[in-house]
């Protein structure tokens, strides 16, 4: 079942000590105990990091945000996290964002709903604190994270999104929702399910109306993804906008599910180095560096 709003904070739950303690600062409880000879480590020279808050109404998102000191007016990327929130390896990847030069932003959308790093299960994980956070309120966050980095002198006009996992979702929809954003690379989210209050939509049902081509980066293998659901995408992107038809997939043989998740075993070296590069390279062709 699922909560009918969705936004009430869980009990017991003390968001200021969640910033304090957990944001980009350690590992979700669910997937420890980490690999850590395949971990990748940003340092943050040049950098300016740390978490921010960004008000939503009268809410204080907590946020991770890397960018560079010597870089006026830098490109915005939203980093959307898998459902573990935004945890060491996020924060990582917004650093390697910023020492490319843009502003990466990172913001812990599960915040009003739990603690996602707290948990050790992941079905309880998705059941008590993802499958209750409302896509509508996701948007509204994202939007509000990019009217914050223009307030801090970030070229909003230059703006991507990219994310994982469940991130990878959210990047499908929230290209298909402001039409600021200039182009997305989704790291294998899921692409078809069943809707309901919370998630009235998916990606295979918005996917016509992209404002930004989105790279979609897939594992084979994928228990989660199966190929024909891919498929079903790919046929709803041929018959939308421009964007749409502009976008792109790479389907990685014989990769799993989170090959770019360089703490976990599912990481596969190879394709998240090409996926990286991809990445790179399809938000320069597509105007956000």
Sequence with gaps: MHDTDGLAPRTGFNRRDFVRTGLGSSFAAAVLPVTAQTQ?????AGLVVGEVTILVGDFKLPAYRAAPVDRANPPVLLVV?????????????????????????APELFVRQGDAGSYGEIAK??????????????????DACVAWAKTQGADTGKLGVTGFCWGGRITWLYTAHN?????????????VGANHPLQSAHPVDIAARLHGPVLGLY????????????????????????????????VYPDTPHA???????????????????????????NGVL
């Design 259 to 285: 090959f770019h998740a360089d703490y976990r075993p599912s990481y596969r070296k190879d394709a998240a180095a090409d996926g990286w590069r991809r990445c790179l390279a399809w938000f320069k062709a």
């Design 81 to 105: 996290s898998e459902i573990f929130g935004v945890h060491e390896h996020i924060a990582d990847v917004a650093r390697r964002f910023a020492k490319l030069g843009y502003f990466a932003i």
């Design 40 to 44: 990748v480590k940003t340092d943050t």
């Design 179 to 191: 039409p600021g954003v200039k182009a997305g690379v989704a790291w294998y989210g899921r692409l």
């Design 219 to 250: 594992g084979e293998k994928d228990a989660g993804i199966p190929l024909d659901s891919v498929d079903a995408m790919k046929a709803a992107l041929a018959v939308g906008s421009a964007a749409a038809k502009k976008s792109a997939f790479v």
């Design 125 to 142: 994980l998705v059941t008590e604190v993802v499958n209750q956070v409302p896509d509508a309120q996701v948007m509204a966050d994202l």
